[in-house]
């Protein structure tokens, strides 16, 4: 049973902006805090940006001011808004819940090059 398809990635030049999106079935969304994760090659996956239930937002450092998640409740969807992208910010990109993450979708690709 697939709960969670993430897209929206693709290749985009330094400086550029994507939009991803991931829609979760509502088991998976109603009533919990979603995030949006990030994994790049050699690298462990990381949080990049987290929604709570009642509705704040955090960010990782790396992507504070640049980066904008929010979720369409309705929809059971999470979006996370990237701009100003740089090279480092290159790798699959999943999202999931913030606590008791279920299976891994496939995640969508995201490279910033030039």
């Known amino acids: 049973q697939v709960q969670l398809v993430e897209s929206g990635g693709g290749l985009v030049q330094p400086g550029g902006s994507l939009r991803l999106s991931c829609a979760a079935s509502?088991?998976?969304?109603?009533?919990?805090?979603m995030a949006w994760y990030r994994q790049a090659p050699g690298k462990q996956r990381e949080v990049v940006a987290t929604?709570?239930?009642?509705?704040?937002?955090n960010y990782a450092d790396s992507v504070k001011g640049r980066f904008t998640i929010s979720r369409d409740n309705a929809k059971n969807t999470v979006y996370l808004q990237m701009n100003s992208l740089n090279p480092e910010d290159s790798a699959v990109y999943y999202c999931n819940r913030l606590m008791s993450p279920v299976s891994w979708g496939q995640g969508t690709q995201v490279t910033v090059s030039s």
């Open positions: 509502a088991r998976v969304f109603s009533f919990n805090a």
């Open positions: 929604f709570s239930r009642g509705g704040s937002t």
